[in-house]
């Protein structure tokens, strides 16, 4: 699951990006079952902008930067467009 930490970086880099935390929902699901020997957890991180309903899907865990992916996408306008 998503730390704290990542949360709030989620939601100051939604606010850097000039848009509203507000507008965007978040969801995780643990890609790992838990109770798997695996140390590594993978987080699956579906990024809704409310307005349009674009979702876009990331994967978190040790080593990746999928926040910088999402900003990318909102400075691209890929949350901008209706599907």
Known sequence: ?????EYENIQRT????????NDFEISA???IERS?????????????????KVTRTYISGFGLNWILELE??????KYDTLR
Do not use: A, W
């Open 1 to 5: 699951m998503l730390s704290q930490k």
């Open 29 to 31: 699901t643990d890609m």
């Open 36 to 52: 798997q020997k695996l140390r590594m957890d993978i987080t699956e991180v579906s990024v809704q902008f409310i307005p349009t």
């Open 14 to 21: 939604i606010h850097d990006c000039k848009y509203s935390p």
């Open 72 to 77: 990318d996408d909102i400075k691209n306008g």
